[in-house]
């Protein structure tokens, strides 16, 4: 769809009406010329007001079942003669619950914390006796929740050391990423759609599967298990393909230190993450009330890199961080916690992919 010529003169007296007329503080002239440009173009301006042609800016509340019949008949277009396609898809939007998007995936993307990293922060006050080499004044804006530009390492744990650090006031985690890392948080949205798809239909054949053994009379599960085990595996290199094509491939090695001790094991990481020792980042659990054991999560870019894998846990070992002695720690894929896998999840899926003790041991 073009931008027209005769068109262009609406297109910049609409965007400049309303970015003059809806805005708190004046922007420039420069300013709105760029965002008008960037919509000539790349000729999305018509595209932007499509919906309002049905209810204005508020189409979905003011004019709902309006809205529902031109996305009906878009889909007619797109999809002609293919009513189950059709019906397949009215289901899903009839049915469709935002809040675990937002609730569960936001505050993880990459772009939200970078998002988060760029705001402007609140401006903290250093107490006497906490200034540190990078402290030129006794106020300084930092992230909210992350490792500041230039901030050192005793800074930055001592501003948000995580025995002390509340959720209620920087969220449920504590970051810190290797300088200039590269890792890319890929298609979540995609990898959580196409995931549940697998995931519904390896829970259909397998309902079939068990009430055809229920049918049968069968005395003992030993048929029934020869049957769902290579269904669950095509399962689980479904999940791990769909990782690799949505670039969702980033995992963490996952402990969990008492309170005692969840300071100096976060600054280990930390300091280690700093000097390129460990992963790509780590994140911390914040004071949630509890009481309990804090979770510490140690990335890697890829859970196929079993190499990577590998180094990566012992450094950990070598930091003193791990014991080889004492109870393994696992490594979860972040493709299983999008897809909200966890242990005894109803798929039969092994919720970690690797354990410390078999890497150790040379199991893996």
């Not at 309990?292 to 990577?308: G, N, P, W």
């Not at 070992?317 to 004492?326: C, M, N, P, Q, T």
């Amino acid at each position: 769809m073009e931008t027209s010529e005769e068109a262009r003169p609406l297109m910049i007296s609409r965007i400049g009406e309303k970015w003059l007329e809806w805005v708190d503080e004046p922007l420039s002239p420069e300013h709105i010329l760029e965002s008008i440009t960037l919509y000539w173009l790349t000729e999305t301006f018509p595209r932007s007001i499509y919906t309002y042609r049905q209810g204005g800016h508020f189409a979905a509340v003011e004019q709902p079942e309006a809205l529902k019949s031109d996305l009906t008949k878009f889909v007619g277009h797109v999809w002609p003669g293919d009513e189950d396609e059709q019906a397949r898809l009215e289901e899903q939007a009839a049915t469709y619950d935002p809040e675990p998007f937002w609730a569960e995936i936001h505050p993880r993307l990459l772009s939200t914390i970078q998002h988060e990293l760029s705001a402007p922060p609140p401006t903290l006050k250093i107490e006497a006796g906490e200034e540190d080499e990078d402290a030129a004044s006794t106020s300084m804006s930092r992230p909210r929740d992350s490792r500041g530009p230039g901030e050192s390492i005793s800074a930055f744990t001592s501003r948000l050391a995580p025995s002390r650090t509340s959720f209620s006031d920087v969220g449920p985690w504590i970051w810190m990423w290797k300088p200039k890392s590269q890792v890319k948080e890929g298609d979540v949205a995609t990898l959580v759609r196409k995931g549940n798809d697998l995931l519904q239909a390896y829970e259909e054949e397998a309902s079939s599967l068990r009430a055809a053994h229920d049918k049968s009379g069968a005395k003992t599960t030993a048929g029934l298990t020869r049957k769902l085990n290579p269904l669950r595996r095509t399962l689980e290199q479904n999940i791990f393909a769909l990782a690799k094509e949505t670039g969702v491939t980033s995992g963490k090695w996952m402990f969990f230190p008492t309170v005692d001790y969840v300071d100096s094991f976060w600054k280990t990481v930390v300091t280690a993450l700093d000097k390129g020792d460990l992963g790509e980042a780590a994140k911390v659990a914040t004071d949630d009330g509890s009481g309990q054991a804090r979770l510490i999560c140690v990335y890697t870019k890829d859970f196929s890199d079993k190499e990577d894998v590998k180094r990566v846990l012992l450094t950990l070992v070598e930091k003193g961080l791990v014991d080889e002695e004492s109870r393994p720690i696992y490594y979860k894929c972040d493709a299983y916690t999008h897809l909200d896998i966890k242990s005894n999840n109803a798929y039969g899926l092994k919720a970690s992919l690797f354990s410390s003790r078999d890497i150790l041991t040379g199991k893996v």
